[in-house]
């Protein structure tokens, strides 16, 4: 393992437990933190949500995270309040690990930027 790998291993466990303290359970993986991103961003408050509404919330964290690197734009929000984003650059041809390395370094960054907390 690269030690940037390493790194970015030990900053995401950190992250895992920074959302353990807040929300009294560690997220399981990657798509637990974006919906919870995604949740966050909706702004909606604490409700249950179908499959399909938690799909669109993780869609919705995974453009907000990589609009940092100016892959996506918020284009606003519908009548009932849910963001919309859209596409302006070509995301790269990744693999699976690579798309996943991608979406940890911009949630970490998502924290770093919205919420000043740096791991």
């Known amino acids: 393992m690269y030690k940037r790998d390493l790194t970015l291993e030990r900053s995401w466990n950190a992250l895992l437990l920074h959302l353990e303290k807040i929300i009294g359970k560690k997220p399981g993986d990657l798509n637990a933190v974006l919906f919870l991103i995604g949740a966050q961003e909706l702004g909606q408050g604490k409700r249950s949500f179908s499959k399909e509404e938690k799909q669109d919330l993780m869609h919705i964290a995974i453009c907000k995270v990589l609009s940092y690197s100016g892959f996506y734009e918020l ?10 984003w ?5 995301l790269p041809s990744f693999n699976l690990l690579e798309q996943e390395k991608l979406l940890k370094i911009q949630v970490l960054e998502y924290f770093e930027i919205d919420f000043d907390i740096r791991f």
Do not use: T, V
């Not at 284009?75 to 919309?84: F, V």
């Open 75 to 84: 284009e606003g929000l519908d009548e009932e309040g849910w963001p919309h």
């Open 86 to 90: 859209r596409l302006i650059k070509k």
